[in-house]
């Protein structure tokens, strides 16, 4: 058996819904600490979101695996439970309806905190998983799949290496099995925060320390699909710089977004580079008083959107209360940043990731501590189309009543199994309880959702296929998965 936490949103503003825009802003989460850290669109346009969650039964912390629909409806969430504590880092979507998702743990390897790296069904249902690391403390911050369906995963290690963190890659089979690794770095602290590729050229941002003083420096590192070394580059400008996220921009260009720290005060940073690894130049602005760093970007055609953590204690943004809050900007490179709206008031929201979505908006993927039932909550921000923002007021919206549904989930015996079309099973109090069911593909779909009046279901209608059936009332959780032949 296993456990599921039922999420039910928290809706802090109307969704504004035409032929031409989607734009929405809402919360999920139970009584714990919930954050989501990245997400992906799905074909059917519903999106899959990890994090990390402490609402579960066992209060540590385990990764998230949550599912919402096009207009952010919740769907269904799950959890992977290692023992102690985990975190969903970056999530890639497979072509069979599987989905990888790497991240850290300390519930298993080889010691301390370890690179971690799960395979999840349509459901978030483990099917295997792999640790990176040594004796010391090892963490993965980005992952991105090749044309072979191999993996290359970024991150930091404190096993390996000449001291302190260093860079650390690993590049998998698509079975998850390690073909080479490899760290780069200094004596001091260093790190790789993301990665793209681009012909058959993998481009990691991160951090690069100076063994000679104390300056941490902006890194631009360029390797081979074999882990050879073609350049290493760094912004060499302040005390202390570093990258964020990396986006291809156009054919001759990378943008990479991050901090620079100037006067003791932290600046949003960008700069530009070639594919050979040569910046042309950067720029950076600040908020008086305040600090600020940018987490993501995303592109569209001759526009960037760009969201940062903004510490809203500036006297120039006297309308928000002194926390940390999130800001989605739009920018084109080499200029400062258009317009955009900042989300959050009283207490600290997180911005983690920002992804494209089918219909030309943005989605903004952290955590929010305003409007949470426990600690934080998931906070998902979509832009639409146009640069149709949300309303940036989530503080004078009211939230609607969020619980949590905890209940063991039990397995169903259904009959015959593979079926041709009708399926048969028993639960005992089906004619006392109200229970529902739903029919879920293996790519994730919602397929049916009825209420359940008798102990069969007719899917002789139903493609050939895995299906995923869950059947539940106030009192009982069942789950199964159905073969239609």
């Known amino acids: 058996m296993i456990r599921i936490l039922y999420i039910a949103c928290l809706l802090i503003l109307s969704s504004s819904i035409d032929a031409q825009t989607l734009n929405w802003a809402k919360t999920y989460g139970g009584q714990g600490y919930d954050k989501g850290n990245s997400a992906v669109q799905l074909a059917d346009s519903s999106y899959v979101i990890v994090g990390t969650s402490s609402s579960f039964y066992n209060s540590n912390q385990n990764i998230l695996f949550l599912k919402v629909d096009s207009a952010g409806n919740f769907l269904y969430s799950n959890f992977l439970d290692n023992g102690l504590w985990d975190n969903g880092q970056k999530i890639i979507a497979r072509n069979d309806g599987e989905f990888w998702i790497c991240g850290h743990t300390n519930s298993i390897g080889a010691g301390g905190f370890d690179g971690y790296l799960t395979k999840v069904d349509s459901l978030g249902n483990k099917i295997s998983d792999f640790t990176f690391g040594g004796s010391d403390w090892d963490f993965i911050h980005d992952m991105i799949m090749l044309s072979d369906s191999s993996l290359v995963l970024v991150g930091e290690t404190q096993s390996y290496g000449l001291g302190n963190k260093d860079a650390y890659i690993i590049h998998t089979d698509k079975f998850g099995d390690t073909l080479w690794t490899k760290t ?24 690069i320390g100076d063994d000679s003083n104390d300056t941490t420096y902006g890194l631009l590192l360029g390797l081979d699909l074999s882990g050879n070394t073609l350049f290493e580059n760094k912004v060499a400008e302040t005390d202390f710089q570093y990258f964020n996220d990396i986006h291809q921009y156009n054919a001759f260009n990378l943008y990479l977004v991050g901090g620079k720290q100037v006067n003791s005060q932290m600046m949003a940073y960008t700069d530009i580079s070639d594919y050979q690894g040569n910046f042309t130049g950067g720029q950076y602005w600040f908020t008086a008083d305040g600090n600020t760093a940018i987490k993501a970007i995303t592109n569209y055609p001759g526009t960037f959107y760009m ?98 549904n905890e209940l063991e989930i039990e397995d169903l015996e259904v009959y015959p199994n593979p079926t041709n079309g009708i399926i048969y099973f028993q639960i005992q109090d089906l004619n006392q309880e109200n229970y529902q069911f739903q029919l879920i593909s293996s790519e994730g779909k919602l397929i049916r959702n009825e209420e359940l009046t008798q102990s069969m279901i007719n899917i002789s209608d139903f493609s050939k296929g895995l299906y995923f059936l869950r059947v539940w009332s106030d009192k009982k959780r069942f789950q199964t998965r159905i073969i239609k032949e």
């Not at 921000?381 to 969020?402: C, E, N």
């Open 184 to 207: 780069i770095g200094s004596t001091k602290d260093d790190w790789a925060s993301a990665i793209t590729e681009r012909n058959d050229t993998l481009y990691i941002a991160g951090a």
């Open 307 to 404: 969201m940062n953590c903004i510490e809203t204690n500036a006297s120039s943004l006297s309308n928000y209360s002194p926390s940390v809050d999130m800001h989605i900007a739009k920018t084109t490179p080499g200029a400062y940043w258009n317009y955009g709206q900042i989300y959050g008031f009283q207490d600290d929201e997180e911005a983690n990731d920002l992804i494209e979505t089918i219909d030309n908006g943005v989605l903004a993927i952290g955590s929010n501590g305003d409007l949470a039932t426990g600690g934080s909550n998931v906070f998902l921000i979509k832009v639409g189309a146009q640069d149709s923002f949300p309303s940036p007021l989530i503080d004078s919206l009211y939230p609607v009543h969020t619980s949590i």
